[in-house]
């Protein structure tokens, strides 16, 4: 079945730095979805990306469908507390393994 | 609006034994799916049901199984539990857009943690 490669698997950060993750699939995507998982919850949808090129921002998040159409990046600025969680990509009944982001205050 | 609602929260199994989890979708979302999430394995795919009909299956053995009744509510079972079941199972409902499409945007319940001893 399809996989989807997350990377990195965990980052530890101080707060206020900013942090990339990126996701690619051995399949061509119309559509990308970024979640994230707060301890003791489900995923929640923090953006969603329906054309390839596409640049889309949520507050401190940006994330990118790339060109291909095999690729996704997750940017967020300015890191906080709260930011600490299990950040997934998703496609087509897919998700990747996720990036487990600590924060260092 | 009231959440995806999946019960039991927490439920301890031994091995050979079965489980019935239960999950209600948000009023309205007429697609429910399942996961199951472990540390090792991540989020896998589990089922997708629409319209009381099983429209996709993940890569599961037949152990795992599942429906949804005409009101959306979904039920998954496990038979014969294996140590290896040991897991968060995600139930997640959404308005659809197409079926198996990554368009489908998924909200999640909180899970029901299942340990089996």
């Known amino acids: 079945g399809q996989q989807l490669n997350q990377s990195p698997q965990s980052m530890f950060i101080q707060e206020g730095e900013d942090v990339s993750m990126n996701c690619t699939s051995s399949?061509?995507?119309?559509?990308w979805l970024w979640y994230k998982q707060d301890p003791g919850e489900g995923p929640v949808l923090l953006i969603a990306?329906?054309?390839?090129?596409e640049l889309t921002s949520n507050g401190r998040l940006t994330a990118q469908f790339g060109i291909t159409r095999k690729d996704s990046f997750l940017n967020i600025s300015a890191s906080i507390p709260s930011d600490v969680g299990i950040y997934f990509c998703?496609?087509?009944?897919?998700f990747g393994k996720g990036t487990r982001l600590s924060v260092i205050a | 609006k009231a959440g995806v609602t999946q019960t039991p929260r927490y439920l301890i199994k031994t091995r050979g034994q079965q489980v019935t989890l239960s999950c209600s979708p948000i009023?309205?979302?007429?697609?429910v799916s399942w996961y199951q999430q472990t540390p090792g394995q991540g989020l896998q795919f589990l089922f997708e049901?629409?319209?009381?009909?099983?429209?996709n299956k993940g890569n599961f053995p037949g152990r795992f199984s599942g429906r949804q009744f005409s009101n959306s509510r979904s039920e998954m079972n496990v038979s014969t539990l294996e140590l290896g079941d040991s897991a968060l199972y995600l139930c997640?409902?959404?308005?659809?857009?197409?079926?198996?499409?990554?368009?489908?945007?998924?909200?999640f319940g909180a899970g029901s943690r299942l340990t089996v001893l």
């Open positions: 997640a409902s959404s308005v659809v857009v197409a079926l198996g499409s990554g368009a489908n945007v998924l909200t």
């Open positions: 399949s061509i995507f119309n559509t």
């Open positions: 990306l329906y054309k390839a090129g």
């Open positions: 998703a496609g087509p009944l897919v």
């Open positions: 009023s309205g979302h007429r697609s």
């Open positions: 049901y629409f319209s009381e009909t099983q429209r």
